[in-house]
């Protein structure tokens, strides 16, 4: 097993191309040539979870929040972060980070948040926008099938829970092949051909682009295969921040409050007023979610319940909406188990250890 495996593996549920722009998602240190004897999953990356990786047997920690975000312009014992790098280094252990592509997809981290909470009928509460395209392709009748069904293997054709979707629109296509060419139709340096062709329209997500243009080209019997990809504002409501559903059933504030607490193992919950009304809809977004409130309170959340929130942003929530911060860690902190998900699912008889140890840097008196 190598590091590239473990990477491709998880890369296939939270592609990087979902991370946002300031993130630093991937391997951190380490090569992916390297063999694998075992993963230890934790949400961060200290210098206790690099001793744990060594006492557990474990060469490659996978872990959420990237250990390395900026540039290192030098590694020695100043920070905790040049520490960590230094002893992985030392001791031939892997670090890699899968952060805000693993929130952005489906899935994951407020996935698994919502389902600690019991939540039902979840979508995501701000879809992102700019990871589609629309590809269009040129295929002669006969090819039509052959040619759909290679782009959609690919990864192309699906919006939301509809798969294989593709519209096509009959017509003429003309050319004239050259002296140079080699056509499947007509003879190099002939006459201009005319021939029956059907338009075929497909939305193509970011991450699939190549394999899709990959799997066009080598269906199609054309030496050289027309088409179009234009980028599309539209949003994808598989992709993106947050997460918004619904109670099985109508809770009080103090029951909301009491399950938060409960499910999600902290002792202490900041939070707006309350209003003496039922909970039913209920918007999150695990680690830092306070630039979601405004989809919140526009989703008709009764209550919004995320990380890392600062006194003044309190006052934004206006009556209209309760604000319950559970703390970044509390909120993200089942994110281990959704790594140990997927390798466990394709390795099933290979190392994948989660770590004994809470990382939280923050505690608390009570």
């Given at each position: ?273 309350l209003s003496g009304n039922k909970i039913s809809k209920v918007a999150i977004c695990g680690g830092s979610g306070s ?76």
């Open positions: 097993m190598t590091v590239k495996e473990i990477i491709n593996e998880i890369e296939s549920f939270a592609p990087p191309v979902y991370q946002e722009s300031y993130d630093n998602t991937g391997l951190q240190v380490g090569s992916a040539a390297d063999t694998v004897t075992g993963v230890l999953i934790s949400l961060d990356v200290t210098e206790d979870i690099i001793r744990e990786a060594i006492e557990r047997g474990c060469n490659m920690v996978v872990a959420h929040h990237p250990l390395i975000f900026s540039g290192l312009k030098k590694v020695s014992d100043r920070t905790y972060v040049e520490r960590v790098v230094r002893m992985a280094i030392k001791n031939d252990i892997c670090i890699y980070a899968a952060h805000t592509n693993l929130d952005n997809v489906h899935n994951g981290v407020n996935a698994k948040f919502a389902e600690k909470l019991g939540l039902v009928n979840t979508r995501i509460l701000a879809p992102k926008s700019g990871t589609i395209s629309k590809l269009y392709t040129y295929a002669p009748i006969e090819e039509a099938d052959i040619i759909r069904d290679a782009m959609f293997a690919a990864g192309a054709g699906n919006i939301s829970e509809y798969s294989e979707c593709s519209f096509n629109t009959p017509g003429t296509g003309t050319f004239r092949a050259s002296e140079n060419a080699n056509p499947t139709i007509g003879t190099a340096g002939g006459e201009r051909i005319s021939e029956q062709e059907v338009k075929i329209e497909v939305i193509v997500p970011q991450h699939a682009t190549s394999a899709v243009l990959s799997a066009l080209k080598s269906a199609h019997s054309y030496e050289e295969v027309a088409y179009e990809l234009i980028a599309l504002s539209n949003t994808a409501q598989q992709k993106g921040a947050g997460m918004v559903g619904y109670l099985p059933e109508p809770l009080t504030e103090q029951e909301m409050l009491s399950l938060i607490k409960q499910q999600m193992k902290t002792g202490c919950i900041r939070h707006t007023a630039f979601l409130l405004g989809a919140a309170i526009g989703s008709g959340a009764d209550i919004f319940i995320t990380g890392d929130y600062k006194y003044h942003q309190f006052f934004d929530a206006d009556g209209k909406i309760i604000i319950a911060d559970i703390g970044h860690y509390e909120s993200e902190q089942f994110t281990s188990e959704i790594f140990e998900s997927i390798l466990t699912k394709k390795f099933p008889n290979f190392a994948v250890l989660l770590s004994n140890l809470s990382t939280n840097p923050v505690k608390y008196f009570c």
